[in-house]
């Protein structure tokens, strides 16, 4: 698979949580290359079944990946610009001077505006702007802008994949299409070889906003086993090397209260076998992805976390090595050719951690 022209789209659509109709349908198509049924549920998920070859009831694994996106909502209008509020967690710090786009009854071109700094105290230029101070001006009226602006309406970033070197792409909303271009990369694997289990391949909705989507997903798919992907933090200057990895390293595999231990020996097992460079991704605390929704699903479901390493997180700069996603999408194929129907007995709360070592 070419990622990049794939990321691009994926990357360049808006997708705002809970307005992520224009990304889901690049999903559905993408994911129905290789699935043998692809819909979307009632709060707007795209789910792809991908049917395996072991007689029914056959086992089951979900995959899990947000499709949704940080953004802007229109809040206010106020002698021509437009006041917001922020759906999701954006770095306010970095909105001013942004190329937005403002979704009204048309498709507007905005600049994030503020006072300028000769008007602004001594106190106040010191200290970055609040994005309650900030205003988006897309060159209307006063008298005309509310026609084609509402209070309500979403905004995006108006930014366009960008490829570095080095394999690395920056764009907007790479938080999580990323992980949605490596479970497109799973299917696609999955279509080569043979595998005895029914993946579930979800891009969820509304994860910025309360991990919606796979509450509802992983309830009415009620799978033996998930994995959520998404994405983590890379190491850049400042970063503190404990808590970060390096782009083009490969996947991280969470260790936690969050993921069930056994599931992920197997993980790290399926990558030595693959000689795939992956980390260890330690998380004492319950962290904000899907994998916190489905682990507790029902009576539970068997969850592990696999994330990819990303710079600039909630910014509309994000950065990633293309090379990452598609290890994560190949890693994830080779685990799921891997299961077999004995594999849910293997997963049983005795650790081993009790024996005696003598």
């Given at each position: 698979?070419?990622?990049v022209?794939?990321?691009?789209?994926l990357?360049e659509?808006?997708?705002v949580?809970?307005?992520?109709h224009?990304?889901?349908?690049?999903?559905?198509?993408?994911?129905g290359?290789?699935a043998?049924?692809?819909?979307?549920?009632?709060?707007?998920?795209v789910i792809?079944l991908?049917r395996g070859?072991?007689?029914?009831?056959?086992?089951?694994?979900?995959?899990?990946?947000?499709?949704?996106?940080i953004?802007?909502?229109?809040s206010e209008?106020?002698?021509?610009?437009?006041?917001?509020?922020?759906?999701?967690?954006y770095?306010?710090r970095?909105l001013i001077?942004q190329?937005?786009?403002?979704h009204g009854?048309?498709d507007?071109?905005?600049i994030?505006g503020?006072?300028?700094?000769h008007v602004?105290?001594?106190?106040?230029?010191?200290?970055?702007i609040?994005?309650?101070?900030?205003?988006i001006?897309?060159?209307?009226?006063p008298?005309?802008?509310?026609n084609?602006v509402?209070v309500?309406d979403?905004?995006?970033?108006?930014?366009?994949l960008t490829?570095l070197?080095?394999g690395?792409?920056?764009?907007?909303?790479?938080?999580?299409r990323?992980s949605?271009?490596?479970?497109a990369v799973?299917l696609e694997e999955?279509?080569?070889?043979r595998?005895?289990?029914?993946v579930?391949?979800?891009a969820?909705?509304q994860?910025?906003?309360?991990?919606k989507?796979?509450i509802?997903?992983?309830?009415?798919?009620?799978?033996?086993v998930?994995i959520?992907?998404?994405?983590?933090w890379?190491?850049?200057p400042g970063t503190?090397?404990e808590?970060?990895?390096?782009l083009?390293?490969?996947?991280?595999?969470?260790?936690?209260?969050n993921?069930h231990?056994k599931?992920?020996?197997?993980l790290e097992?399926?990558?030595q076998?693959l000689?795939?460079?992956?980390?260890?991704e330690?998380?004492a605390?319950?962290?904000?992805?899907?994998?916190?929704?489905?682990?507790?699903?029902?009576?539970?479901i068997?969850?592990?976390l696999l994330?990819i390493?990303?710079?600039?997180?909630?910014?509309?700069v994000e950065?990633?090595s293309?090379?990452?996603?598609e290890r994560?999408g190949?890693?994830?194929a080779a685990?799921?050719?891997?299961?077999?129907?004995?594999?849910?007995?293997?997963?049983?709360?005795d650790l081993g951690?009790?024996?005696?070592?003598d």
């Amino acid at each position: 698979m070419d990622i990049v022209p794939l990321l691009k789209s994926l990357s360049e659509a808006p997708g705002v949580s809970g307005y992520e109709h224009q990304v889901r349908e690049i999903v559905l198509a993408e994911f129905g290359r290789h699935a043998d049924e692809t819909w979307s549920d009632p709060l707007g998920s795209v789910i792809a079944l991908k049917r395996g070859t072991a007689a029914e009831p056959r086992p089951a694994i979900m995959l899990a990946t947000h499709m949704d996106e940080i953004g802007l909502i229109v809040s206010e209008i106020e002698k021509g610009f437009l006041h917001f509020e922020m759906v999701g967690g954006y770095d306010g710090r970095v909105l001013i001077g942004q190329e937005v786009v403002v979704h009204g009854r048309a498709d507007l071109t905005g600049i994030v505006g503020s006072r300028p700094p000769h008007v602004l105290s001594a106190s106040e230029r010191d200290k970055p702007i609040p994005y309650d101070k900030l205003l988006i001006d897309v060159g209307l009226d006063p008298d005309e802008l509310p026609n084609l602006v509402r209070v309500g309406d979403l905004v995006t970033m108006k930014s366009s994949l960008t490829e570095l070197k080095g394999g690395l792409a920056a764009g907007k909303a790479l938080d999580n299409r990323v992980s949605v271009a490596a479970a497109a990369v799973c299917l696609e694997e999955l279509a080569r070889v043979r595998h005895l289990w029914d993946v579930y391949a979800v891009a969820t909705a509304q994860e910025e906003t309360g991990l919606k989507g796979a509450i509802t997903s992983a309830f009415g798919l009620w799978p033996d086993v998930a994995i959520a992907i998404d994405v983590t933090w890379a190491t850049q200057p400042g970063t503190q090397d404990e808590y970060t990895f390096d782009l083009g390293s490969g996947p991280t595999i969470g260790h936690g209260p969050n993921f069930h231990p056994k599931l992920n020996k197997s993980l790290e097992d399926t990558a030595q076998s693959l000689e795939m460079s992956y980390h260890l991704e330690p998380a004492a605390r319950v962290g904000g992805t899907d994998a916190v929704a489905l682990q507790t699903t029902r009576e539970g479901i068997p969850t592990a976390l696999l994330s990819i390493p990303l710079r600039n997180m909630h910014t509309p700069v994000e950065t990633v090595s293309v090379k990452d996603i598609e290890r994560t999408g190949r890693l994830l194929a080779a685990f799921i050719a891997g299961l077999d129907e004995s594999f849910l007995d293997s997963l049983v709360w005795d650790l081993g951690l009790d024996a005696d070592d003598d």
